[in-house]
């Protein structure tokens, strides 16, 4: 069945370090692909989404390219913040159907 | 902004009672899921609701889960006779339209000892 593996955590960065988080994925068609995000005490919120091969996803400095070659989804961001620190979670939806194929997560602790 | 929001936020429960967890979605949404991850693990679909039915479920969902929205408003997940196995975050998410983003909650933590 559909799948989505991201690369294990935690991540330490420190403050205005370049983040890399892998994100991969099999699926039997072509699904869309999400980056969520959750903050500390908050639920899980949309940070990007690609529909299509080779869209690009961007929000908040962070953005992540549609790879079908490579089924790949990796989220970037040049220069983060403290405030990044997070839980990242790559996800797919395959059909119409709404439901969504989460990752493990991957926790983004940034020092100052 | 609108949001959904999920009570209780932690639940501690005796293994083998029953356990309701509640979410109130966003007021014009019409498309209604379950979600758990288990610590360490991957975020899990449970189940979606469409129309006052069950539009879909996953294996996990089986008959010691139920869902309902009694009121309009509410939308509940009751587990019945709960296991240690239960044990986990479970997030509720609503949208407008399937292909539409989904929102979620903050999510209940379900502590079954």
């Known amino acids: 069945g559909d799948s989505v593996t991201q690369m294990e955590g935690p991540v330490t960065l420190s403050e205005e370090a370049f983040l890399t988080i892998n994100c991969t994925y099999t699926?039997?068609?072509?699904?869309?692909l999400f980056w969520y995000v959750q903050y500390p005490g908050e639920g899980l919120q949309l940070l990007l989404k690609?529909?299509?091969?080779?869209d690009k996803g961007s929000n908040k400095g962070f953005e992540a390219t549609y790879r079908k070659e490579t089924t790949s989804f990796h989220l970037e961001k040049g220069s983060v913040q403290v405030s990044d620190s997070a839980v990242y979670f790559c996800a797919l939806r395959e059909g119409s159907q709404g439901n969504l194929i989460f990752g493990k997560g991957t926790k983004l602790s940034v020092k100052p | 902004e609108p949001e959904v929001t999920q009570t209780p936020s932690h639940q501690v429960t005796q293994m083998g009672q029953e356990v309701i967890l509640r979410c109130v979605p966003i007021?014009?949404?019409?498309?209604f899921y379950w979600y758990r991850q288990i610590l360490g693990q991957k975020v899990e679909f449970l189940v979606s609701f469409y129309n006052n039915e069950i539009s879909e479920k996953s294996e996990i969902f089986d008959d010691q889960f139920s869902v309902e929205r009694p009121d309009g408003s509410n939308f509940t997940l009751k587990i019945r006779s709960t296991k240690l196995e239960d044990s986990a975050m479970y997030f509720c998410a609503s949208k407008y339209i399937p292909t539409g983003e989904a929102f979620f909650g903050q999510g209940t933590r379900l502590t079954v000892v």
């Open positions: 690609a529909t299509k091969a080779d």
């Open positions: 007021s014009n949404h019409l498309y």
């Open positions: 699926a039997t068609g072509y699904p869309s």
